[in-house]
């Protein structure tokens, strides 16, 4: 299987949306740059390029006037 490779951004932005996904939190931009340690501006670029490599995909809010923003949710890396 081909190993998928990340810039050093990407790979903290990835670690970020998967420890809290394990905290069972909510993956938002803002608590996704909260937990890289990066700017929201700064996850931007990462977030849709991990979500081009199928290691992110991206979920509105599924209730109509509760929309806090896109979450991010992890796939596994193999």
């Given at each position: 299987?081909?190993?998928?490779?990340?810039?050093?951004?990407?790979?903290?932005?990835?670690?970020?949306?998967?420890?809290?996904?394990?905290?069972?939190?909510?993956?938002?931009?803002?608590?996704?740059?909260?937990?890289?340690?990066?700017?929201?501006?700064?996850?931007?670029?990462?977030?849709?390029?991990?979500?081009?490599?199928?290691?992110?995909?991206?979920?509105d809010s599924p209730m109509a006037g509760?929309?806090?923003?896109?979450?991010?949710?992890?796939?596994?890396?193999?």
């Amino acid at each position: 299987m081909q190993q998928v490779r990340l810039s050093d951004t990407e790979e903290r932005v990835y670690r970020a949306v998967a420890a809290l996904e394990a905290r069972g939190q909510v993956p938002y931009p803002d608590m996704i740059a909260q937990e890289s340690g990066l700017s929201e501006e700064e996850i931007h670029d990462p977030l849709r390029m991990l979500t081009e490599k199928k290691l992110l995909h991206r979920e509105d809010s599924p209730m109509a006037g509760l929309d806090f923003g896109p979450r991010w949710c992890a796939r596994q890396m193999a």
